[in-house]
């Protein structure tokens, strides 16, 4: 839709005849002039009305920032009473599984978790990893990507 608008206008056609002698006109041939014609730019409404209704886009925008701010302050505060309450029902077990679960996290952040060790999911040792088909766990989009990742990565190391 712009290309229009960013290629040059077309010329200016007018049809006169600047010579008047009497040889010319019994058999006038056709001469073209380059004629600078001033004329208001067309485009000159499109971009003012353009810019005029960049304001309100701008107010729209602003809006739109400060309600994805609230929403964030909302769910911090929803998740920090999550865990008070959490907290208040039985305060030793779930002091102890914070405790684990920041413990398990420092691990795999720093790159010491040992894994096959608490034979949870994330092990490879549940039910989920053994059952095949179209309700396993490698008939999923993960699984195709993981392999399609690993194998991208195995090609691209070899030589």
């Not at 229009?4 to 200016?12: A, E, G, I, N, Y």
């Not at 309600?67 to 302050?73: I, R, S």
């Not at 920041?102 to 608490?118: N, P, W």
Request: no cysteine; charged share 25%; proline share 7%.
């Amino acid at each position: 839709m712009l290309t229009r608008h960013l290629t040059p206008l077309p010329p200016v056609k007018l049809p006169y005849t600047i010579r008047v002698d009497e040889s010319y006109q019994s058999d006038p041939k056709p001469t073209i002039y380059d004629i600078q014609v001033l004329v208001e730019d067309p485009l000159r409404a499109h971009v003012s009305a353009t810019l005029a209704a960049t304001a309100p886009l701008v107010q729209i925008e602003n809006l739109d920032q400060q309600t994805a701010l609230t929403v964030q302050a909302i769910q911090a505060s929803k998740a920090k009473h999550d865990f008070f309450e959490a907290m208040s029902k039985d305060p030793v077990n779930f002091t102890k599984r914070w405790v684990s679960s920041q413990r398990r996290d420092l691990e795999v952040i720093l790159g010491e978790a040992s894994r096959g060790v608490g034979g949870g999911p994330e092990d490879g040792l549940g039910e989920e990893w053994r059952r095949g088909g179209k309700d396993g766990i490698w008939a999923g989009d993960q699984a195709r990507e993981s392999v399609g990742l690993f194998l991208a990565r195995t090609q691209k190391m070899q030589p």
